[in-house]
């Protein structure tokens, strides 16, 4: 299967780029990368060349290895970068990816933790989505879902799973015969700016009472809700937001592990995160992002922070 990956960053987000990427490549993943991104590109990325064959002004190649390359491709949207996402694989699909067979978006806070094989699989039987660890139940009489029927048949379409999770917008793996999900996520969102608030600049402006409060996440169940694509999910535990999963871990929340002090945070009580040792397990390479000796002291104070947390833990 010609299997390739999309992510969209700025900042130092690139530093989860690079954690993505060679846990992709440690795990069997061969291919390409799309990455979307706004301002400066990091330095480890210094050899990058102009690439006029991809379909995207400005578009520069980064050859990691023969068999794995970066295609920074530069993004210019008012959106907020997460709001963006049905956007950048729709155009993905029509242009620089044409020749996938399939295409996953991974949020750049995301390691992948199992062999590649398997997500083109999972992808293979429906689009490919993840349960938040909120709302694992919400049933389909749940007062936010009602609202979200309101409109998706605003948008003109029609109620096609009847889903009871709600669903992380992290991770969205999709086989090119499943296309028309990207279609109904981006058409929800424009229904969403034009008739109910929805800032694409912002993300999360609002609050729970809001069928938009998490913008493009909310779209994109919405989208689960009624696309005509099968749809095959995972529980809690696909991002390790619950013990007990093999698939990919998904740090939420700030700070994220590549700035995070481990051991001033072990002694206010607060132990390494499962999403923490994930991605400083993937930092050797085969891209690098940090210096060898930095990434030697990081790990150290990991295995420290946790000694410390078996003694010390915040109740």
């Not at 520069?60 to 694989?89: A, G, R, S």
């Not at 049933?139 to 669903?167: D, N, S, V």
């Not at 109910?196 to 493009?216: E, S, V, W």
Request: hydrophobic share 35%; with cysteine; net charge positive.
């Amino acid at each position: 299967m010609n299997s390739s990956v999309c992510t969209l960053f700025e900042k130092h987000f690139h530093h989860g780029l690079a954690g993505l990427s060679n846990s992709l490549y440690q795990n069997g993943f061969r291919g390409d990368i799309f990455v979307g991104y706004r301002g400066n590109l990091p330095e480890w990325s210094k050899n990058a060349k102009l690439n006029t064959e991809l379909e995207w002004p400005g578009a520069t190649t980064l050859t990691v290895l023969d068999d794995l390359k970066l295609h920074f491709l530069p993004v210019e949207t008012e959106y907020h970068l997460t709001n963006y996402k049905p956007d950048f694989m729709i155009r993905l699909f029509n242009g620089p990816a044409k020749n996938a067979d399939s295409l996953s978006y991974f949020d750049p806070d995301i390691v992948i933790k199992c062999k590649w094989t398997f997500f083109e699989k999972w992808m293979s039987y429906g689009v490919a989505l993840v349960h938040e660890i909120i709302a694992t139940d919400m049933p389909t009489t749940h007062p936010i879902r009602k609202m979200w029927e309101e409109i998706i048949a605003k948008a003109g379409f029609k109620i096609t799973h009847q889903l009871h999770a709600y669903i992380n917008g992290g991770y969205c793996g999709v086989d090119k015969n499943h296309k028309e999900y990207l279609q109904v996520w981006k058409k929800i969102m424009d229904v969403g700016i034009e008739h109910y608030n929805l800032a694409p600049d912002k993300f999360m402006p609002t609050d729970r009472t809001d069928p938009f409060f998490a913008t493009d996440q909310d779209a994109m169940n919405m989208a689960a809700m009624c696309c005509n694509s099968p749809i095959s999910e995972f529980g809690p535990e696909g991002m390790d937001f619950i013990h007990g999963g093999w698939t990919m871990s998904h740090a939420v929340g700030s700070p994220k592990p590549w700035k995070k002090k481990f051991i001033p945070s072990a002694l206010k009580g607060y132990a390494p995160t499962l999403q923490d040792s994930a991605y400083w397990k993937y930092v050797d390479g085969p891209i690098q992002s940090f210096s060898a000796g930095y990434r030697k002291r990081k790990k150290l104070s990991i295995l420290t922070a946790s000694l410390i947390s078996r003694i010390y833990q915040k109740k």
